[in-house]
C-alpha cells in the first residue's frame, strides 16, 4: 500500500538519471570531417577536421559530426550503442556520400542499437544485400531510433529499403528525396530460388513506428522479376 509520500529510491533515481543526463550533454564530442583537407589523429576537431567519417565517430567517439561539402567514399561507417546518440550534419545539395567509389560494397551507414539524426547528406549508388540482412541500402539500422531529414536518396538498392531500412526500431522522415531506388533479391537476374524483397525506397520489418512528412518519391521500384521463379 502507498502512503502518499514519494518513495525515497524513487526520487534518488530520478536524481541520478538527471545527472547522468548532465554528464552525457557535458561530454558531447563535436568534429567536423573534410575528405579533401582533413586527417584522422586524435587531435581532428571543429577547426582541424578529421578525414573520415568513421574515425571521427569511432575513433574519436563524435556524438555531433558536420561533414564539409565534398564528396565522401568511405566503406560502410559502423554507428553503433556505445555513443548513445550521434547527429551527422551535412551541407544540403554540397555533402554527397557515394558509395560506388568505395573499394567495399554496403550502405553508407550501418547503425545498430543507438538514436541518429541524420540531415544535409546525398547518399547515391549504394548497395547493400549483406550487412544487418541486407535492409537499407544507404542508411541500414537495427534497434535504433532514426531520423533523417533534407536529404536526398539516388540510385540504392537492397533487398528490403532500397534508400532507408530499419529492423527493430524506429523511423522517421522528413523533406528527403526518393530517386531511382530499388529493392531486389540478390542476382535477381540469376537465382532460381524465391526471396522476399519490398520497399523501393523505405522498407522497415517490426519497426516501433514510422513517420514521413513532406517527402518526394520518384521512379522508386521493386523488382520481383526472378529466373525460374
Not at 77 to 87: D, E, H, L, R, T
Not at 138 to 145: E, H, P
Not at 186 to 200: E, K, M, R, Y
Request: proline residues 3%.
Amino acid at each position: 500500500a502507498s502512503s502518499g509520500k514519494p518513495n525515497s529510491n524513487i526520487m534518488r533515481a530520478i536524481l541520478l538519471c538527471s545527472l547522468c543526463f548532465r554528464g552525457v550533454r557535458a561530454a558531447d564530442v563535436s568534429v567536423s570531417v573534410n575528405p579533401a583537407t582533413g586527417v584522422d589523429s586524435p587531435s581532428c576537431n571543429m577547426t582541424s577536421p578529421c578525414r573520415t567519417i568513421a574515425y571521427a565517430v569511432q575513433s574519436r567517439h563524435a556524438n555531433v559530426v558536420f561533414l564539409s561539402a565534398g564528396t565522401f567514399v568511405e566503406s560502410s561507417v559502423a554507428i553503433n550503442g556505445s555513443i548513445p546518440f550521434v547527429n551527422i550534419t551535412g551541407l544540403p545539395g554540397g555533402t554527397v556520400f557515394d558509395c560506388r567509389l568505395s573499394a567495399s560494397t554496403g550502405p553508407a551507414f550501418a547503425v545498430t542499437n543507438t538514436s541518429i539524426a541524420i540531415s544535409g547528406i546525398t547518399f547515391q549508388n549504394c548497395a547493400n544485400f549483406n550487412v544487418l540482412s541486407g535492409v537499407g541500402g544507404a542508411v541500414s539500422a537495427s534497434g535504433s531510433i532514426v531520423t533523417v531529414s533534407n536529404c536526398n536518396f539516388f540510385n540504392n538498392v537492397a533487398q528490403t529499403g532500397g534508400a532507408i531500412g530499419v529492423t527493430s526500431g524506429s523511423l522517421a522522415v522528413s523533406s528527403c528525396l526518393f530517386q531511382n531506388n530499388t529493392a531486389t533479391c540478390p542476382n535477381a537476374a540469376l537465382t532460381v530460388t524465391a526471396c522476399s524483397a519490398w520497399g523501393g525506397a523505405i522498407g522497415t520489418v517490426e519497426a516501433a513506428s514510422v513517420s514521413l512528412s513532406g517527402n518526394t518519391f520518384s521512379s522508386n521500384a521493386v523488382n520481383l522479376v526472378l529466373n525460374n521463379v
